[in-house]
């Protein structure tokens, strides 16, 4: 963490992980590591799964998200939790902000990060 318990946004490197899909990676502790989502209007996540449990919270903007069988429309103020293991993708309808947590944190956003 670039300032012990606080990491501002412009300390965060914002990194293009897909086509349209850029991520910071926020405050981290030994149980948890929350990061910021932006997905441009398009954007797809393709479906995928890992260990990881993940939660999270669209600030603004609209995603198709697909968890397991399920597909919803999920929109600003919305929530979406995925249980480590199971298969999820995500496809932008707008542009849009989100906040995931992950539990245990994810090693490969950790490296990626510095």
């Given at each position: 963490m670039p300032d012990g318990y606080f990491v501002s946004a412009n300390e965060a490197e914002q990194i293009e992980m897909w086509e349209g899909v850029y991520r910071r990676t926020?405050?981290?502790?030994?149980?948890?590591?929350?990061?910021?989502?932006?997905l441009l209007r398009g954007a797809v996540v393709q479906a995928h799964s890992h260990m990881?449990?993940?939660?999270?919270?669209?600030?603004?903007?609209?995603?198709?998200?697909?968890?397991?069988?399920?597909?919803?429309?999920?929109?600003?103020?919305?929530?979406?939790?995925?249980?480590?293991?199971?298969?999820?993708?995500?496809?932008?309808?707008?542009?849009?902000l989100a906040i995931d947590v992950f539990s245990p944190p994810r090693n490969d956003y950790r490296t990626e990060a510095r």
């Open positions: 926020m405050a981290t502790t030994d149980e948890a590591m929350l990061c910021e989502f932006y990881n449990d993940q939660v999270g919270y669209i600030i603004y903007g609209k995603l198709e998200v697909t968890i397991g069988n399920q597909v919803r429309i999920c929109v600003a103020g919305d929530s979406y939790a995925v249980p480590g293991g199971v298969a999820h993708s995500v496809r932008a309808l707008a542009d849009t």
